[in-house]
């Protein structure tokens, strides 16, 4: 049996061609389609704007399936999806495109769910979109995050052996996140460093925008490969510019005019947070287009400094609203006093060789003196 | 290894290491100086020690750098007293007026300022690295210069100057991704406070000597400083 | 190569380098601007005269021997170790090229004190036996003989007799419960007799009880020129000495600017002083007498040709002494008297102090110095120059001669005594 393509699935449910145009429209205007080099450059021999792209493959392309994993995780990212800022259009992937396996979201629990992934990891081997949420840890051979009696080292291995894709959502499935922070007891990691063989995209964040990863999904359903990616794997679209380059409070950064803190005249005038800790100019994410909460606002735009969350260690990057330009690790006054101490020491004793030396030259120079002649009494130092 | 990674490695261990290196350096050459011995002056004054002190650095920080032509000396080097000058008055306003650096000193102390407006700073920043060039090439050309510049002193001029270049790109945006510049400029830093306690730029530390010393021999013996 | 007299001068070197030399070593930015102070340096262009480059050998020994940084060059062999033929070339420079007149130390931006650091280097010098041969020689007669210019005790004799005569002044030899020694350099004794005759008249119109002695009858310390302790001692001892036997209140030093330095200011660091005894230059003690009303003074008595005044680095700059001769000098030529620029602490050396004017080698160095005296001069188109530094006074008349130059050369004592009233 032939398998049905998402149009097709779609008009079932009573879209309308109008209706479809404009969803590709809004797909390709949200992921941003026309700046995708790919894009452009099939659009242009095919003579295609970039929605006629998104149609066509809507059209000829099958429902894409999607196994959705958590690790070590607050299902933050879930939380995100669902609560979408563009429900219309999470639904809509992760409903109408693309079938789910979700141990959050499914109705399914306990033996039922555990089949029903089975199922759908043999149905559609190779073929499947792997999304990872929670960093995967390795101590003591991943007990510290088992599912129905598997370690989590296990099902990643077995759910990315079929993947043709594996996105990582959040920091924690890209960079092992908070569970990562030091001392890091329980070894967590990011999805990329273990799954080596399969194309592994990065959405960082805490939690990620959910348009970035649905906007991801759709690239890969309708480009049938994974966005170009920056060093970090993550998807350029979304990541090739910082909080700092697209923020709304720049213009008062550039003028020097910064908030002193969260109460002041500056932060009330919506000066800029750089002096409260804010890490935009290092953070590259999508925040500041995107926005959260149907393009409400994100954190600057609140008045809160940029966390840095798309970036790997920013929990152990120093305090939160701490600047960003100081120091890491503080010499505290104890251990000032400690190096002083050991300087001291040191120069103390370097002193006393020197005190030697300087004597061992004074006699000498006597013992030469002693020999010269002319001297008289009273050409004696005194004391 | 990516940059994030070597800004985190470079605003935390290497930072910490290279100020462990300063504070510690810095109290064993101030120390292993101070216990060189000091001889008391058993001449009688002829005029007032402290008066020449405080004379002496009120000229030395506060008149003479500002109107450097007044001296005679200053025609024959007006170069290194200007480029001399606009350096030190530069460094010293973007370390202590710069809202990034202040940030530095806040966490450190624990109370900060407020800071000068960018455009002023850029300004000033430029002058500076433009003026430490100047000093180069002032230094590669002028014979006593020459002759005087040894190789230590090279790395005094590069370990200063690389902060500075990084800095100035860094905080106006200039065609570095932020994180790559940033590390870098604190990689600099810490290779510039790792040099201090070896090299010539302690001058900031034993001026506090050689001036007092200055202006103690000079009110001692009742002439102007 | 490094024989026993390096070693002489690195183990001076080391029991010289105390917190006091170290940290002003240290505190050097290489910044080179005390070579546009010098006028050795600017007046010949040899980048070698700068004055931080006369310290060489000193931070060399200090920081060879006694820092990390120094041994780690050595290893690195990016500097060597003090030799012979390093000696050789540095004190060519620091006694033939360096009046250690201390102007470079009012320009230093660090405020480091070249002038008594180039001392320290000219000890090492001295100890290692690397001095010029002329000032050796010098220094040898005033050992032996009791004076630079080889004036034995008959000829002083002869001389202070002759000068008594000449000029109708007293000198008081040898005179017990006097109450100030008058120590007399031999230039002024041979050269400038006028000077001695104007000195002695001044002090006795004042009614002051002074006297000279015959066994401290030399100021000029050569020894010091040098920078050999020993010998600083011994000649500073002889006067102290006289001093002590004629039970003197004070010792008045006749117009010698290094002489000055020695007594005043390195004595009682090195030596034993006499207690209660007062060191005072004979320029401020003539403006004392005047300003005691004890001598009265012609106003304006030699006003008509513009005459100036010369700083002596040792004097004035090292000295104090800025205001006194420039108070006499007002009453004297209220009109004529003109100040050349720079003046006062900041004042041009006359280029033949710190024994640069024993040393015949260093007559071209010295004459080349001299023509940026000369601009000034004639900037301020002075016909007669005056000062209180027999040793600038010499370096002046001498050069005057060379030059052919239409300015006279006067002692300030001299100009006062012919203003007695």
Same mark, same amino acid.
Request: charged fraction near 20%; include cysteine; glycine fraction near 8%.
């Given at each position: 049996?032939?398998? =049905?393509?998402? #149009?097709?699935?779609?008009?079932?449910?009573?879209?309308?061609?109008?209706?479809?145009?404009?969803?590709?429209?809004?797909?390709?205007?949200?992921?941003?389609?026309?700046?995708?080099?790919?894009?452009?450059?099939? %659009?242009?021999?095919?003579?295609?704007?970039?929605?006629?792209?998104?149609?066509?493959?809507?059209?000829?392309?099958?429902?894409?399936?999607?196994?959705?994993?958590?690790?070590?995780?607050?299902?933050?990212?879930?939380?995100?999806?669902?609560?979408?800022?563009?429900?219309?259009?999470?639904?809509?992937?992760?409903?109408?495109?693309?079938?789910?396996?979700?141990?959050?979201?499914?109705?399914?629990?306990?033996?039922?769910?555990?089949?029903? /992934?089975?199922?759908?990891? /043999?149905?559609?081997?190779? /073929?499947?979109?792997?999304?990872?949420?929670?960093?995967?840890?390795?101590?003591?051979? @991943?007990?510290?995050?088992?599912?129905?009696?598997?370690?989590?080292?296990?099902?990643?291995?077995?759910?990315?052996?079929?993947?043709?894709?594996?996105?990582?959502?959040?920091?924690?499935?890209?960079?092992?996140?908070?569970?990562?922070?030091?001392?890091?007891?329980?070894?967590?990691?990011?999805?990329?460093?273990?799954?080596?063989? =399969?194309?592994?995209?990065?959405?960082?964040?805490?939690?990620?925008?959910?348009?970035?990863?649905?906007?991801?999904?759709?690239?890969?359903?309708?480009?049938?490969?994974?966005?170009?990616?920056?060093?970090?794997?993550?998807?350029?679209?979304?990541? @090739?510019?910082?909080?700092?380059?697209?923020?709304?409070?720049?213009?008062?950064?550039?003028?020097?005019?910064?908030?002193?803190?969260? *109460? *002041?005249?500056?932060?009330?005038?919506? #000066?800029?947070?750089?002096?409260? %800790?804010?890490?935009?100019?290092?953070?590259?994410?999508?925040?500041?287009?995107? /926005?959260?909460?149907?393009?409400?606002? #994100?954190?600057?735009?609140?008045?809160?400094?940029?966390?840095?969350?798309?970036?790997?260690?920013?929990? *152990?990057?120093?305090?939160?609203?701490?600047?960003?330009?100081?120091?890491?690790?503080?010499?505290?006054?104890?251990?000032?006093?400690?190096?002083?101490?050991?300087?001291?020491?040191?120069?103390?004793?370097?002193?006393?060789?020197?005190?030697?030396?300087?004597?061992?030259?004074?006699?000498?120079?006597?013992?030469?003196?002693?020999?010269?002649?002319?001297?008289?009494?009273?050409?004696?130092?005194?004391? | 290894?990516?940059?994030?990674?070597?800004?985190?490695?470079?605003?935390?261990?290497?930072?910490?290491?290279?100020?462990?290196?300063?504070?510690?350096?810095?109290?064993?050459?101030?120390?292993?100086?101070?216990?060189?011995?000091?001889?008391?002056?058993?001449?009688?004054?002829?005029?007032?020690?402290? +008066?020449?002190?405080?004379?002496?650095?009120?000229?030395?920080?506060?008149?003479?750098?500002?109107?450097?032509?007044?001296?005679?000396?200053?025609?024959?080097?007006?170069?290194?007293?200007?480029?001399?000058?606009?350096?030190?008055?530069?460094?010293?306003?973007?370390?202590?007026?710069?809202?990034?650096?202040?940030?530095?000193?806040?966490?450190?102390?624990?109370?900060?300022?407020?800071?000068?407006?960018?455009?002023?700073?850029?300004?000033?920043?430029?002058?500076?690295?433009?003026?430490?060039?100047?000093?180069?090439?002032?230094?590669?050309?002028?014979?006593?210069?020459?002759?005087?510049?040894?190789?230590?002193?090279?790395?005094?001029?590069?370990?200063?100057?690389?902060?500075?270049?990084?800095?100035?790109?860094?905080?106006?945006?200039? +065609?570095?991704?932020?994180?790559?510049?940033?590390?870098?400029?604190?990689?600099?830093?810490?290779?510039?406070?790792?040099?201090?306690?070896?090299?010539?730029?302690?001058?900031?530390?034993?001026?506090?000597?050689?001036?007092?010393?200055?202006?103690?021999?000079?009110?001692?013996?009742?002439?102007?400083? | 190569?490094?024989?026993?007299?390096?070693?002489?001068?690195?183990?001076?070197?080391?029991?010289?380098?105390?917190?006091?030399?170290?940290?002003?070593?240290?505190?050097?930015?290489?910044?080179?601007?005390?070579?546009?102070?010098?006028?050795?340096?600017?007046?010949?262009?040899?980048?070698?005269?700068?004055?931080?480059?006369?310290?060489?050998?000193?931070?060399?020994?200090?920081?060879?021997?006694?820092?990390?940084?120094?041994?780690?060059?050595?290893?690195?062999?990016?500097?060597?170790?003090? !030799?012979?033929?390093?000696?050789?070339?540095?004190?060519?420079?620091?006694?033939?090229?360096?009046?250690?007149?201390?102007?470079?130390?009012?320009?230093?931006?660090?405020? &480091?004190?070249?002038?008594?650091?180039?001392?320290?280097?000219?000890?090492?010098?001295?100890?290692?036996?690397?001095?010029?041969?002329?000032?050796?020689?010098?220094?040898?007669?005033?050992?032996?003989?009791?004076?630079?210019?080889?004036?034995?005790?008959?000829?002083?004799?002869?001389?202070?007799?002759?000068?008594?005569?000449?000029?109708?002044?007293? &000198?008081?030899?040898?005179?017990?419960?006097?109450?100030?020694?008058?120590?007399?350099?031999?230039?002024?004794?041979?050269?400038?007799?006028?000077?001695?005759? !104007?000195?002695?008249?001044?002090?006795?119109?004042?009614?002051?009880?002074?006297?000279?002695?015959?066994?401290?009858?030399?100021?000029?310390?050569?020894?010091?020129?040098?920078?050999?302790?020993?010998?600083?001692?011994?000649?500073?001892?002889?006067?102290?000495?006289?001093?002590? $036997?004629?039970?003197?209140?004070? &010792?008045?030093?006749?117009?010698?600017?290094?002489?000055?330095?020695?007594?005043?200011?390195?004595?009682?660091?090195?030596?034993?002083?006499?207690?209660?005894?007062?060191?005072?230059?004979?320029?401020?003690?003539?403006?004392?007498?005047?300003?005691?009303?004890?001598?009265?003074?012609? $106003?304006?008595?030699?006003?008509?040709?513009?005459?100036?005044?010369?700083?002596?680095?040792?004097?004035?700059?090292?000295?104090?002494?800025?205001?006194?001769?420039?108070?006499?000098?007002?009453?004297?030529?209220?009109?004529?008297?003109?100040?050349?620029?720079?003046?006062?602490?900041?004042?041009?050396?006359?280029?033949?102090?710190?024994?640069?004017?024993?040393?015949?080698?260093?007559?071209?160095?010295?004459? !080349?110095?001299?023509?940026?005296? &000369?601009?000034?001069?004639?900037?301020?188109?002075?016909?007669?120059?005056?000062?209180?530094?027999?040793?600038?006074?010499?370096?002046?008349?001498?050069?005057?001669?060379?030059?052919?130059?239409?300015?006279?050369?006067?002692?300030?004592?001299?100009?006062?005594?012919?203003?007695?009233?």
């Amino acid at each position: 049996m032939k398998e =049905k393509t998402i #149009y097709e699935h779609l008009r079932e449910k009573g879209l309308s061609r109008r209706d479809f145009m404009k969803l590709c429209g809004t797909i390709a205007g949200m992921m941003g389609l026309e700046f995708v080099p790919p894009v452009k450059a099939l %659009g242009k021999t095919l003579g295609q704007s970039p929605e006629e792209v998104v149609a066509q493959a809507l059209k000829t392309k099958p429902k894409v399936p999607i196994i959705w994993l958590e690790f070590q995780d607050c299902a933050g990212c879930s939380e995100a999806i669902s609560r979408s800022s563009s429900p219309l259009l999470s639904n809509l992937v992760l409903n109408d495109i693309a079938i789910e396996y979700h141990e959050t979201l499914m109705a399914a629990a306990g033996f039922q769910a555990e089949k029903a /992934k089975e199922e759908c990891m /043999k149905q559609f081997f190779g /073929k499947y979109v792997l999304v990872v949420e929670g960093s995967p840890t390795l101590a003591d051979d @991943g007990i510290y995050c088992t599912v129905a009696g598997k370690s989590n080292l296990d099902l990643l291995k077995e759910a990315a052996a079929g993947a043709a894709a594996v996105i990582a959502t959040g920091n924690c499935a890209c960079f092992g996140g908070i569970p990562a922070a030091h001392p890091n007891p329980t070894r967590a990691v990011g999805v990329a460093e273990l799954i080596k063989d =399969k194309p592994v995209v990065n959405i960082p964040g805490c939690p990620a925008i959910p348009e970035v990863t649905t906007g991801t999904i759709l690239h890969f359903l309708i480009m049938g490969q994974l966005p170009e990616t920056d060093q970090l794997k993550r998807p350029l679209p979304f990541y @090739g510019n910082t909080v700092h380059d697209h923020c709304l409070r720049r213009p008062f950064y550039e003028a020097g005019k910064f908030a002193g803190s969260f *109460d *002041d005249e500056g932060a009330r005038k919506g #000066y800029c947070l750089y002096k409260l %800790g804010c890490k935009g100019p290092t953070t590259y994410n999508a925040c500041a287009g995107l /926005k959260w909460e149907r393009g409400l606002s #994100y954190p600057v735009q609140s008045g809160h400094p940029c966390l840095g969350c798309s970036e790997p260690h920013f929990w *152990d990057g120093g305090g939160f609203y701490q600047g960003q330009s100081a120091p890491i690790i503080r010499l505290d006054k104890g251990s000032t006093a400690n190096l002083v101490g050991v300087g001291v020491a040191a120069g103390a004793a370097l002193a006393g060789l020197n005190a030697v030396k300087k004597s061992r030259a004074k006699k000498d120079l006597r013992k030469d003196q002693s020999q010269a002649p002319g001297s008289e009494p009273g050409s004696k130092k005194e004391g | 290894m990516n940059w994030t990674n070597i800004l985190n490695f470079s605003r935390g261990p290497l930072l910490h290491v290279a100020m462990i290196i300063f504070v510690a350096g810095l109290s064993y050459r101030l120390v292993r100086v101070l216990l060189l011995g000091w001889a008391r002056d058993r001449a009688k004054n002829k005029g007032s020690k402290l +008066w020449g002190v405080i004379v002496n650095y009120l000229k030395g920080l506060f008149v003479l750098p500002f109107i450097p032509w007044v001296r005679r000396t200053f025609r024959h080097n007006e170069l290194t007293f200007i480029a001399g000058g606009l350096f030190h008055l530069s460094l010293f306003l973007v370390l202590v007026f710069g809202t990034a650096h202040i940030l530095v000193w806040k966490s450190l102390w624990g109370f900060g300022w407020k800071g000068l407006p960018t455009p002023i700073l850029a300004f000033f920043s430029a002058v500076g690295i433009i003026s430490m060039i100047v000093l180069l090439i002032n230094r590669l050309t002028h014979p006593v210069l020459k002759m005087l510049t040894k190789f230590p002193v090279w790395i005094n001029w590069l370990v200063v100057f690389l902060p500075m270049i990084t800095g100035f790109i860094m905080a106006r945006h200039l +065609w570095f991704r932020y994180e790559v510049i940033f590390s870098l400029h604190l990689i600099s830093v810490s290779l510039l406070l790792i040099w201090i306690p070896f090299g010539r730029i302690s001058h900031f530390l034993f001026y506090f000597f050689s001036k007092t010393i200055h202006g103690a021999q000079a009110g001692k013996r009742a002439v102007t400083p | 190569m490094k024989s026993q007299k390096t070693q002489s001068a690195i183990n001076t070197y080391l029991k010289e380098t105390g917190g006091w030399v170290a940290s002003q070593l240290e505190a050097c930015t290489r910044c080179g601007i005390c070579a546009e102070a010098c006028h050795f340096y600017q007046a010949l262009g040899n980048p070698e005269y700068a004055p931080i480059w006369k310290l060489e050998p000193l931070r060399r020994a200090y920081e060879q021997r006694f820092t990390v940084a120094g041994k780690l060059k050595l290893a690195l062999g990016l500097e060597k170790r003090l !030799a012979d033929s390093d000696l050789e070339h540095w004190s060519k420079i620091v006694y033939e090229a360096c009046t250690v007149c201390n102007k470079c130390a009012h320009v230093c931006p660090m405020g &480091i004190q070249l002038g008594p650091l180039i001392h320290e280097v000219r000890a090492g010098m001295a100890a290692a036996g690397v001095v010029p041969a002329d000032l050796a020689e010098a220094t040898e007669k005033q050992k032996t003989i009791g004076s630079p210019l080889g004036v034995t005790d008959e000829m002083w004799r002869e001389r202070i007799d002759w000068i008594t005569d000449e000029w109708e002044a007293q &000198i008081p030899v040898d005179k017990a419960g006097a109450e100030s020694l008058v120590v007399f350099t031999s230039i002024e004794l041979m050269k400038f007799p006028d000077n001695l005759a !104007a000195i002695a008249k001044i002090l006795n119109r004042a009614g002051e009880n002074w006297t000279v002695s015959s066994t401290g009858r030399e100021v000029v310390n050569f020894g010091y020129f040098e920078a050999d302790e020993e010998l600083t001692r011994l000649f500073m001892y002889r006067v102290f000495k006289a001093a002590e $036997e004629l039970g003197v209140k004070r &010792i008045i030093i006749s117009e010698c600017g290094h002489a000055y330095d020695a007594f005043r200011w390195a004595a009682p660091n090195m030596m034993k002083v006499p207690k209660g005894v007062d060191i005072a230059h004979i320029s401020e003690y003539i403006h004392h007498l005047w300003k005691t009303g004890r001598i009265k003074l012609k $106003e304006g008595a030699f006003d008509g040709e513009t005459i100036t005044f010369h700083d002596s680095c040792k004097i004035q700059r090292r000295g104090g002494i800025i205001k006194q001769p420039r108070e006499l000098l007002r009453v004297l030529a209220p009109k004529s008297f003109k100040e050349m620029t720079p003046n006062k602490e900041q004042s041009l050396c006359c280029g033949g102090g710190g024994g640069v004017i024993s040393i015949k080698e260093a007559d071209a160095n010295r004459y !080349a110095v001299f023509e940026m005296k &000369i601009e000034q001069l004639q900037e301020v188109q002075a016909k007669a120059v005056c000062m209180v530094c027999s040793n600038c006074r010499l370096q002046f008349v001498d050069s005057v001669g060379h030059f052919n130059l239409p300015v006279k050369v006067h002692g300030l004592a001299e100009l006062v005594s012919r203003a007695l009233l």
